[in-house]
C-alpha cells in the first residue's frame, strides 16, 4: 500500500522542557516532556493510526520509536480540527527528535504527516 503526504496534515511541535524529577533509566538519565499538535486543515477527515520517532543522538546513534496510535488513542480528526497532546522521551545525551504520523482518510488513502526536527539539549547546568 502506497502512503502519500498528505498536503494540509501538519504537526507542530508547541513546546519541549527538560524535566529532571521525572524517572529515567540511568542508561538514559535524561528526561525531556514534549507537547505536539496536529492539525488537519485538509479537505477531508483523517483519522491518525500510528507514529514513527527517529531520535538521533550527537554521536550518530539513531533509536527508532514505532506504535499505533497516539498516547493511546486513535484520534479523528475532521476538517479544521486538531489533537494536541503530551508525551515525553528519555535520553542519555543531546540529540534531534523528527518522524512522522501515519493515518488513513475516510475513503481509505493511507496518508502521513512529518514530524519537523526538534532538539533535545541537556541543560549545561545538569
Not at 15 to 35: G, K, Q
Not at 71 to 100: E, M, R, W
Request: overall charge negative.
Amino acid at each position: 500500500m502506497e502512503i502519500e503526504e498528505l498536503t494540509g496534515l501538519a504537526v507542530n511541535i508547541d513546546d519541549v522542557i527538560y524535566m529532571p524529577d521525572l524517572e529515567a533509566p540511568t542508561d538514559r538519565p535524561h528526561p525531556f516532556v514534549y507537547f505536539v499538535t496536529i492539525t488537519n486543515n485538509s479537505d477531508e477527515a483523517v483519522t491518525i493510526r500510528g507514529r514513527k520517532w527517529v531520535l538521533t543522538q550527537a554521536s550518530g546513534e539513531v533509536t527508532i520509536v514505532e506504535g499505533d496510535g497516539v498516547v493511546g488513542q486513535f484520534p479523528k480528526l475532521d476538517v479544521g480540527a486538531d489533537f494536541s497532546y503530551n508525551s515525553y522521551h528519555v535520553i542519555g545525551s543531546d540529540c534531534t527528535a523528527d518522524g512522522a504520523f501515519f493515518g488513513a482518510t475516510e475513503a481509505g488513502r493511507a496518508v502521513f504527516a512529518k514530524i519537523p526536527r526538534f532538539e533535545l539539549s541537556v541543560p549545561k547546568w545538569v
